[in-house]
C-alpha cells in the first residue's frame, strides 16, 4: 500500500512559477513509476509527467515540455513537479500518482493523492 498526499498548489498570476509535492508512505516508494496527472472542471484527467523508480525515464504530455519538471527524492519519498511560465489552462486539480509500471494512461496507476488545486489567473 502506497498513500500519497500533495502540496504546493496555489494561485499563481500567468507566466509565473510554482512547485507541487506529493510525499509517499510506505518503505516501498523508490521501487514505484510516479505520475502526475491533471484534471480541470468539465475535462477528463489528463496526463502531465512521469518519472521512473530511478529517475532514468522521464516522459512528459506535449503540453507542458519545457515548462514543467518531474523530480524525485527517494530518500524523503517526494516527487516534485516544478512548474514555468505557467498559464491560465494549466489551471486544474493536479494529482499525484504511484504504480509499480506506470505510463502515461491514469488507468495505469494503482495509487492516487487527493489532489492539489493549482489556479493561473490571466
Known amino acids: 500500500q502506497v498513500q500519497l498526499v500533495e502540496s504546493g498548489g496555489g494561485l499563481v498570476q500567468a507566466g509565473g512559477s510554482l512547485r507541487v509535492s506529493c510525499a509517499a508512505s510506505?518503505?516501498?516508494?523508490?521501487?514505484?513509476?510516479m505520475g502526475w496527472f491533471r484534471q480541470a472542471p468539465g475535462k477528463e484527467r489528463e496526463f502531465v509527467a512521469a518519472i521512473s523508480w530511478s529517475g532514468g525515464r522521464i516522459d512528459y504530455a506535449d503540453s507542458v515540455k519545457g515548462r514543467f519538471t518531474i523530480s524525485r527524492d527517494n530518500a524523503k519519498n517526494t516527487v516534485y513537479l516544478q512548474m514555468n511560465s505557467l498559464k491560465p489552462e494549466d489551471t486544474a486539480v493536479y494529482y499525484c500518482?504511484?504504480?509499480?509500471?506506470?505510463?502515461?494512461?491514469?488507468?495505469?496507476?494503482?495509487?492516487w493523492g487527493q489532489g492539489t488545486q493549482v489556479t493561473v489567473s490571466s
Open positions: 500518482a504511484a504504480d509499480r509500471l506506470g505510463g502515461t494512461s491514469w488507468f495505469s496507476y494503482d495509487y
Open positions: 510506505g518503505r516501498t516508494f523508490s521501487s514505484y513509476t
